[in-house]
């Protein structure tokens, strides 16, 4: 990080002392356009100074973030991670390049702000936990079928070897029940869980190699832990259950071995017995690089992911023992980053993620594909706080079918530049902020709002509905945030 401002800094000098403002811009453009997958940031630990936010709450004083004036109605716990935190806390190993191409519009002029829908919900509480690492990352939530709430990721970093799995369960209001991490401190990832009838199931891996963990629901003891070295550096992204046992896909080979996103590996499918025993496993189609979601249809499997070097979204129909029915890919002419999948209810495919295609900086991106792998709609949408679309990131990483046949995505909105711009008297395009959009059966657009505090950085990095038509957000604000969303 410290690297990166340095030379920033430099090349800011340069460029103020030689080009002019539009020149700038359409330097940026062209970076933009041909920027890849590092380019959602960098971020990393050191500039945490959360003090206490573990398990505490705050509680919404009055629901009118939508416009402006953001910060006043809440209380984050936060300090200031500015910059450091957002989503992504990917550890992307080729900023350099693009941060040097987006140094020079850091002097682009401000645009003028706009309003965005912003009728959403209110929230109705935000809440953390802390893991024994510096920071904690969580990269899925789940609504258990006692109406709490679990997250998993990680506490601590791959790119130092100080991370651990991190699993925390809580009540439906937020209160910790229990924690639980595992491994020694390393290379360790904590993934995803589903919820079978006797334990909840934990995926990702343990010192490069696959793990799956079964785990009791009343206290996360430990039932069983299961790694399966697949190939090099390998790991397991999401499970389903089946009638024969276990399913998981994930990747083998990882070449981009720190990044917790697109890893640049060989998509991958694992066949695990009851006891956690693998039975079997191969690649999925060569079209998919990275498998990233898993559900069951009947008697097929419905598998995400991202295509090598990750340009579109992948999707693949199996039946139950992976033999392929149909892999499709779709996406523009630039990246497609596909990292949300879910199911509706009558058995359409939701997919989304964040996109270069046609878009200023990244977008939203999401689309509706029967179950033959037909696509039916698709939207993008972006920059709901009305900065300069050229510098804001729009970075989706999970979604949910709704009961009324739509679906919400959770993302995080904010830059990552020098370029920094104020809006509507007190919010800072610095400061990232949880981003919801809801979206009917047919693509329109219901509404969208984003959440956050008065300090720090906040990005949703997943969600789930809750039982009383609400939705928990998983909050990436450097420990694991759990923000309820008033129903909807
Ligand atoms: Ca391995
Ligand atoms: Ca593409
Ligand atoms: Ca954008
Ligand atoms: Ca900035």
């Known amino acids: 990080m410290k690297y990166f401002f340095s030379v920033f800094t430099v090349l800011l000098i340069v460029i103020s002392c030689s080009g002019s403002e539009s020149d700038d811009s359409s330097i940026l453009s062209e970076n933009l356009s041909s920027q890849d997958s590092s380019s959602n940031e960098t971020s990393s630990s050191e500039e945490n100074n959360q003090s206490d936010a573990s398990e505490t709450a705050t509680n919404q004083s009055d629901g009118n973030q939508t416009e402006n004036s953001g910060a006043n109605d809440t209380q984050g716990n936060q300090s200031e991670n500015s910059e450091s935190n957002n989503e992504s806390q990917a550890n992307q190993s080729e900023n350099s390049e693009q941060e040097e191409g987006l140094g020079k519009g850091g002097s682009s002029s401000p645009s003028k702000c706009s309003n965005f829908i912003g009728k959403g919900p209110d929230f109705e509480w935000i809440k953390s936990v802390e893991g024994s690492q510096e920071e904690a990352h969580a990269h899925f939530i789940f609504t258990t079928n006692d109406n709490g709430y679990i997250q998993v990721g990680e506490t601590g ?3 130092n070897n100080t991370a651990k799995i991190l699993v925390a369960k809580t009540n439906s209001q937020g209160d910790l029940i ?3 991490e595992f491994g020694d401190p390393g290379h360790n990832l904590g993934n ?22 079964k785990l009791e629901k ?8 299961k790694t399966y070295d697949n ?14 046992g276990l399913v998981a896909v994930g990747y083998i080979n990882a070449v981009d071995e720190n990044n917790t996103f697109y890893t640049e590996g060989t998509g991958y499918i694992t066949f ?7 039975t079997s496993g191969k690649n999925l189609d060569t079209k998919m690089s990275h498998g990233y979601r898993v559900y069951r249809i009947n008697d097929n499997l419905i598998i995400s992911g991202l295509t090598p070097g990750a340009e579109d979204y992948a999707l693949m129909k199996t039946n139950l023992s992976g033999d392929q029915v149909w892999v499709k890919t779709y996406g523009g002419d630039n990246m497609d980053h596909c990292f949300a999948m879910d199911i509706s209810n009558d058995n359409s495919i939701y997919l989304s993620g964040h996109t270069l295609s046609g878009v200023q900086n990244w977008d939203s991106y999401t689309m509706k594909i029967d179950i033959d792998g037909n696509k039916l709609w698709e939207k993008k949408r972006g920059n709901p706080r009305g900065f300069n679309p050229l510098y804001i990131h729009d970075e989706v990483w999970d979604l949910k079918a709704t009961p009324d046949g739509g679906c919400i995505i959770v993302a995080g909105t904010g830059d990552e530049y020098e370029y920094s711009e104020t809006c509507e008297g007190s919010d800072k395009s610095d400061q990232w902020h949880v981003y919801l959009i809801k979206f009917s059966a047919d693509g329109d657009i219901q509404w969208d709002k984003t959440y956050y505090p008065d300090a720090g950085d906040w990005a949703g990095e997943a969600i789930d509905l809750t039982s009383d038509g609400g939705a ?9 945030g759990y923000l309820k969303i008033a129903p909807f």
Not at 192 to 213: F, H, P, R
Not at 272 to 278: R, Y
Not at 472 to 480: G, K, L, P, Q, T
């Open 178 to 180: 229990w924690k639980k």
């Open 231 to 244: 190939g090099g550096n390998d790991a397991i992204e999401h499970i389903v259950e089946t009638p024969d």
């Open 157 to 159: 970093f791959l790119d």
């Open 192 to 213: 995803s869980v589903i919820e079978v009838s006797d334990g909840y199931i934990v995926t990702g891996a343990l010192n490069k190699n696959s793990t799956v963990i």
């Open 472 to 480: 928990i957000v998983a909050v990436d604000n450097s420990v694991f």
């Open 272 to 278: 695990i017995d009851s006891e956690g025993n693998k």
């Open 218 to 225: 009343s206290n996360g003891d430990q039932k069983w832990l």
